[in-house]
Nanobody, 124 residues
Framework: QVQLVESGGGLVQAGGSLRLSCAAS????????MGWFRQAPGKERECVAT????????YYVDSVKGRFTISRDNAKNTVYLQMNSLKPEDTAVYFC?????????????????WGQGTQVTVSS
């Protein structure tokens, strides 16, 4: 069982930055691939970025490449999402998720545990 708690969301102007954190409970955090997803009102949940359990392999959706960076600190049981050059279209609830696998996935159904989400609002 893994519990995930996101933090770091908020209101920011376009062009600004935020860093999201996701703290995981338990001693097996390093056994999980991790992902960040987002869901805007009226839209389907979208994979933003993922990272393998050894933090070597990463994936980014095209719309955030070059602006967002996913990282993890297995010693702190935490995964991060650094978001730069934010745009109004990045506005959404952001969720972190854990997958009991070495490999990352951009498919939400592949993930076993989810956090409650944190709101990110980017004003124009």
């Amino acid at each position: 069982q893994v519990q995930l708690v996101e933090s770091g969301g908020g209101l920011v102007q376009a062009g600004g930055s935020l860093r999201l954190s996701c703290a995981a409970s338990g001693r097996t955090f390093s056994s999980y691939a991790m992902g960040w997803f987002r869901q805007a009102p009226g839209k389907e949940r979208e994979c933003v970025a993922t990272i393998s359990k050894n933090h070597i392999s990463t994936y980014y959706v095209d719309s955030v490449k070059g602006r967002f960076t996913i990282s993890r600190d297995n010693a702190k049981n935490t995964v991060y999402l650094q978001m730069n050059s934010l745009k109004p279209e990045d506005t959404a609830v952001y969720f972190c998720a854990a997958r009991a696998s070495f490999y990352y996935s951009d498919i939400s159904e592949d993930y076993d545990y989810w956090g409650q989400g944190t709101q990110v609002t980017v004003s124009s």
